[in-house]
């Protein structure tokens, strides 16, 4: 019988030890864990944001513009690109070698030219048809140096949408015009 008292008693004391200590634990765990987010979160938030600019298989420079659903019921779908030039649809502009369109027709890949230099703007237009009007789409980047001097791509502005009679309509908005 005094053996058992004697182990009964061990593990009333050593019960609540045990307790606190993993009540310690779980609590230290949570502490861990806290930090450990704290502190991902931190270098996470010092990351600068990754450049457009991508290396081509030929060893080109590039960069990628994906747009979603949009060759998506369009019909004579074309796509150009312009160096420091506005898309009027009746000038010259750079398709050959600057441009080309993955299959599904909602990403493309933008060349980096020898004539390109900081300052200049690239304008990029798709334009089709698309029911009730003709649909176009444009993006203007601008040619700058990163720190490293390297020429990147950076996007100034954007509009796509319907448009009829010279007017450009909101895609989200079409709806509320033609019913």
Request: a negative charge; charged letters at 25%; glycine letters at 6%.
């Amino acid at each position: 019988k005094s053996e058992i008292y004697t182990t009964d008693c061990l593990l009333l004391l050593v019960l609540p030890l045990l307790v606190s200590l993993f009540t310690a634990m779980a609590c230290c765990w949570k502490w861990v864990v806290l930090a450990t987010l704290a502190v991902v979160c931190s270098t996470q938030a010092d990351v600068e944001t990754p450049s457009l600019l991508v290396q081509l298989e030929d060893g080109a420079k590039g960069f990628n513009i994906s747009i979603p659903d949009a060759g998506k019921e369009m019909e004579e779908f074309k796509y150009y690109v312009s160096l420091n030039q506005e898309f009027t649809g009746a000038q010259q502009l750079y398709t050959k070698g600057r441009v080309e369109c993955f299959s599904d027709k909602s990403k493309f890949r933008l060349r980096k030219q020898q004539d390109m230099s900081e300052g200049d703007t690239l304008h990029f237009y798709l334009v089709g048809h698309r029911k009730p009007g003709n649909f176009q789409m444009e993006r203007v980047y601008e040619v700058k140096k990163n720190e490293e001097g390297i020429l990147e791509f950076q996007q100034k502005s954007e509009r796509a949408g319907l448009v009829k009679d010279g007017l450009w309509y909101e895609l989200d908005k079409l709806e509320e015009i033609n019913p």
